[in-house]
C-alpha cells in the first residue's frame, strides 16, 4: 500500500501511503484508459506538464463545489495536517514529504481539530 513517486517536489523520489480506497478507484482508471508509460498521461501519451495539472485540479474543484482558494500545492499542506491530525508521528510526516528539516514540516502542519486513530486521510473520502 505504497506509491513509489518519481522525480517528485524537490526532484526528489519517495514513497507515499496509498489509501485503499483510492486503489480501488486507480484500477478502475487503469482498466478503462490503458496508459502506456504514464499513469496519467495526455492526449498524446505523454506526461502532464505543470500548467495541464493546475488546469485539471481547478476543474475538479470546481466540479466538487469546492470554494476555497488553494492550488494543487495545497493537498501537500491539506495531507500532511490531516496525518497529523490522525495521530502520524512528525518525524513520519517529515520523510513521507521529504523533507530534510523537521522545521519545513511543521509548517505545513495546521492542526485544527483532536488527533484520530491513524489511518490515511482518504480513507476518509467517499467515491
Known amino acids: 500500500m505504497v506509491i513509489n513517486v518519481i ?3 524537490g526532484k526528489k523520489d519517495r514513497q507515499v501511503i496509498l489509501s ?3 486503489l480501488i478507484q486507480l484500477r478502475k482508471y487503469f482498466k478503462s484508459y490503458r ?3 504514464w499513469l496519467f498521461e495526455s492526449e498524446t501519451g505523454k506526461q502532464y506538464g505543470y500548467r495541464s495539472l493546475q488546469m ?3 476543474r475538479a474543484k470546481k466540479k466538487a463545489g469546492v470554494k476555497t482558494s488553494g492550488g494543487i500545492h495545497s493537498m ?3 495531507f500532511a495536517t ?3 491530525e490522525n495521530g502520524t508521528d512528525i518525524r513520519l510526516i517529515q520523510e513521507l514529504l521529504g523533507h530534510n528539516s523537521i522545521k519545513t514540516t511543521i509548517r ?3 492542526v485544527s481539530k483532536a488527533q484520530l486513530e491513524k489511518k490515511s486521510p482518504l480513507d476518509n473520502l467517499e467515491f
Open 20 to 22: 485503499e480506497k483510492l
Open 56 to 58: 485539471v485540479f481547478s
Open 35 to 37: 496508459p502506456k508509460e
Open 82 to 84: 490531516h496525518l497529523l
Open 108 to 110: 505545513y502542519t495546521h
Open 76 to 78: 501537500r499542506h491539506s
Open 7 to 9: 522525480r517528485a517536489k
